[in-house]
């Protein structure tokens, strides 16, 4: 017998996370293709060692989660727990005993995620950027739903969500308060649950701050550190009075990290391109002009965010920099705004010099007016340089999507960037240059009054 979606039972499973994020008609598929089971007091829902990978969850009554007869957790269907599948570790770790009369379901993982990456596909083949609500429903609006409206969180196991829901703590803000200062270590990942922030940066101590972006309502950050080991490379101001969620540094590796990240050897970088893939290098632009790799873009991390609405979610992303740990930070970016992206894994470090490139240029094919890089691309059995006409098996859409337009804006966007921190540092020395001849003032007329 199906759900009915109206229904009280459809009511409460709508609920369920990640159910509660899919669109109505991926969730209207998945009622069609579900049962509700029932099981008397003292019953066992699963127990433990049982290697059934399905996700259970509660809809109405009570159940007790115990390990050898002592009681880990119990959890009615009226608490948030609920809202998350039973203990999913497989095997299961504990037994599942149910304490009253309890309407529970059976969910096949593999119909979810099938329902979850239509959804995300729709999204992402609409090309169209649409703003989230400005403000949750309610100052105690259902933020966790929110949350897992993101690509990072929605392919995230059921069991880290609810790991992660129960690890988070609220923390508020004054407006004009610092919730992270640049410089200081990395601690804790951070969501808005309520009001605006602004990121900013200063390239040197004394250099003019330089405002990156705004985040509002649903926004999360603070990840950047936490993935890198380094520490905070921008400030986050309260621009209003802010309530946020955080989660640790610890719990954001395991829960967050280490599932989300896809990393490939440098051997993969030359089939990814021949795909179409673009690879982006993050380093500092004085790092990418020493050595850097055939028909990369360079884009700092730092400056990623602000030109990151140039790049085209249609292609995946490789991402490379000094040892690997600057990329993760830089995919992570990428993958919470709808990108497909990959590390290479050990970063510039692991390559040979060999295969490596000096000076940021770009050399043109004289036949065919293209784009061709003066290297080699890792991985590649024919060490000839890349150019269009070795690469004959692409289409001509292919081709035009490997124009120098697109690079040329990138370049572009890294030296507009490069000029407004060239300004900074000329503010610099002249105010040094100034001091420098004061100093000099005090100097002779310190010679003249000890003759």
């Keep these: 017998m199906t759900v009915d979606t109206q229904s009280k039972d459809g009511q409460a499973i709508r609920q369920l996370i990640p159910l509660s994020t899919i669109p109505t008609e991926q969730f209207e598929f998945i009622c069609n293709n579900l049962s509700t089971e029932t099981a008397k007091p003292n019953t066992f829902l699963f127990k433990k060692n049982d290697t059934d990978n399905k996700l259970i969850y509660l809809i109405e009554g009570s159940v007790s989660l115990q390990s050898d007869s002592i009681i880990v957790e119990s959890i009615s269907s009226e608490s948030e727990s609920a809202r998350f599948a039973l203990a999913h570790q497989i095997p299961r770790k504990i037994d599942a005993l149910a304490l009253t009369k309890v309407t529970f379901i059976k969910l096949d993982p593999s119909t979810l995620n099938t329902q979850a990456s239509i959804s995300l596909e729709q999204q992402e083949n609409s090309y169209m950027v649409t703003d989230e609500p400005e403000e949750l429903e309610s100052e105690n609006g259902d933020w966790m739903t929110t949350l897992l409206k993101s690509p990072i969180f929605r392919a995230l196991p059921p069991a880290n969500l609810q790991q992660i829901a129960m690890s988070l703590t609220e923390v508020n803000y004054q407006k ?261 001849e004061k100093l000099k003032a005090v100097l002779d007329a310190l010679k003249n009054n000890s003759r």
């Design 176 to 436: 004009g308060d610092f919730i992270i200062k640049q410089g200081d270590p990395g601690d804790f990942y951070y969501l808005i649950k309520k009001g605006h922030c602004l990121i900013s940066r200063k390239p040197s101590a004394n250099a003019k701050e330089i405002k990156l972006a705004q985040l509002r309502t649903q926004d999360t950050f603070g990840e950047d550190s936490l993935l890198s080991g380094e520490p905070r490379n921008v400030s986050v101001t309260a621009l209003t009075d802010v309530s946020l969620v955080q989660l640790s540094k610890e719990k954001f590796i395991s829960l967050i990290k280490e599932p989300s990240l896809k990393f490939i050897e440098p051997t993969q970088i030359s089939e990814e391109l021949v795909k179409g893939t673009i690879l982006i290098d993050v380093r500092p632009p004085d790092e990418y002009n020493k050595c850097h790799l055939a028909r990369s873009i360079n884009t700092p991390f730092f400056s990623l965010r602000m030109h990151i609405k140039s790049l085209d979610k249609r292609k995946p992303i490789i991402v490379i920099c000094s040892n690997g740990k600057t990329s993760e930070a830089a995919a992570f970016l990428l993958l919470r705004n709808k990108f497909s992206a990959m590390i290479v894994a050990g970063g510039i470090e692991s390559i040979p010099t060999d295969k490596l490139e000096t000076a940021a240029t770009f050399n043109i094919d004289n036949d065919t007016n293209s784009p061709a890089t003066a290297g080699t691309v890792i991985g590649a059995k024919d060490p000839a340089p890349l150019t269009l006409s070795s690469l004959e098996l692409e289409d001509s859409k292919t081709k035009t999507d490997f124009s120098l337009d697109k690079e040329n804006k990138q370049l572009k966007a890294t030296i507009q960037l490069l000029k407004e921190e060239k300004e900074t540092l000329e503010k610099k020395y002249r105010l040094l240059y100034k001091q420098t």
